[in-house]
């Protein structure tokens, strides 16, 4: 196994270039979904890394539960052993269980009040609040979701810039981009290293949504100028966990966009482009983290099923 148990906690960063150029050079749908798949399985790999590594560590110190087998010579010959290494990735995976456990339950408790503070409303897809402060946002759950809206921003905007509100919340229902947005979430909370990827989701599920609204109305122009005005007369969303409309990415850049041609809908960039040069690099990365941390995983079963007495 070696050092290569460590691999998984350094690869990520082989996913940086791409998440910058992902957002300017590819289709919003295959951005948030290639930088999501990347995010999730380096996530997945560094927690196992840093797993074993605990395990390892565990079994040095004295008064643990484990085997004394596992605490062999020949065990810490085989298994990379640091007495610093072995007893910090302790409390880091402590921290990450504890990170992630808290982001899930605040992801749940956001979405079980919101889902109670309109549970006096209509049964319809779209709710409507009489709220001075204007927001909107993608509710999931429910069915097929609800989109949220006050009376105070839709009396800012114009019909067609209605639609365009309609359109891109219903988006984000459809695509299920809370679940993108929640495994990047998680991704960085296992591994700072992965955090630009939560940054970039969050922009290119934004600008998914906007195409798909932009196609549902006719007119880029009319989906840029909803989203420019709502950037203006609010603040974002009352619940930071879900999608809304003028809040989450960087509103100029997505204005800009939409103000330029739509993205072509090329699925893999070619090899001879720098974004096709960061793709297959951060490809690459999460291969070699994959075959590591189950490497190492393997080989640190079969280490201690045989240091393991009967």
């Known amino acids: 196994m070696g050092v290569f148990v460590f691999l998984p906690l350094v690869l990520p960063l082989t996913a940086w270039p791409i998440a910058r150029l992902a957002e300017q050079h590819l289709h919003p749908r295959t951005a948030t979904r290639l930088l999501t798949g990347v995010a999730a399985v380096m996530a997945v790999c560094s927690t196992v890394c840093l797993g074993l590594v605990m395990v390892v560590g565990t079994a040095q110190l004295p008064g643990n539960p484990l085997p004394d087998g596992w605490s062999d010579p020949e065990v810490r010959e085989a298994v990379p ?5 072995g007893k910090a990735a302790i409390p880091a995976l402590c921290l990450v269980v ?28 779209v709710a409507v609040l009489p709220d001075a402060i204007p927001y909107a ?9 609800r989109v949220v809206v006050t009376t105070a921003l839709l009396d800012c905007l114009e019909p ?43 922009y290119t599920a934004e600008r998914w949504a906007d195409e798909e609204a932009a196609r549902v109305v006719g007119s880029r122009r009319v989906v840029a100028g909803a989203i420019g005005k709502a950037a203006l007369v609010s603040r974002g969303t009352p619940v930071p966990t879900l999608a809304g409309f003028a809040a989450p990415g960087p509103v100029p850049r997505r204005v800009a966009a939409l103000l330029g041609p ?3 809908a090329r699925c893999w960039p070619s090899v001879f482009t720098s974004v096709g040069l960061a793709t297959w690099g951060a490809a690459a990365g999460t291969a070699v983290s994959a075959m590591s941390s ?17």
Do not use: K
Request: with cysteine.
């Open 81 to 85: 052993y640091d007495e610093v290494v």
């Open 137 to 145: 946002y993608a509710l999931p759950g429910g069915g097929r979701g």
């Open 160 to 202: 067609a810039e209605r639609r365009a509100l309609f359109a891109h919340e219903r988006a984000h229902l459809a695509a299920r981009h809370h679940r993108f947005l929640l495994t990047v979430q998680l991704a960085g909370h296992t591994n700072a290293f992965l955090r630009p990827l939560r940054t970039a989701v969050s």
């Open 262 to 264: 739509a993205p072509a």
């Open 98 to 125: 504890v990170a992630c456990g808290r982001n899930l339950w605040r992801h749940g408790r956001v979405r079980h009040r919101a889902h109670r503070a309109l549970a006096g409303l209509p049964g319809t897809e």
């Open 294 to 310: 189950a490497n190492s995983a393997v080989t640190m079963f079969f280490i201690l099923h045989a240091a393991t007495p009967l």
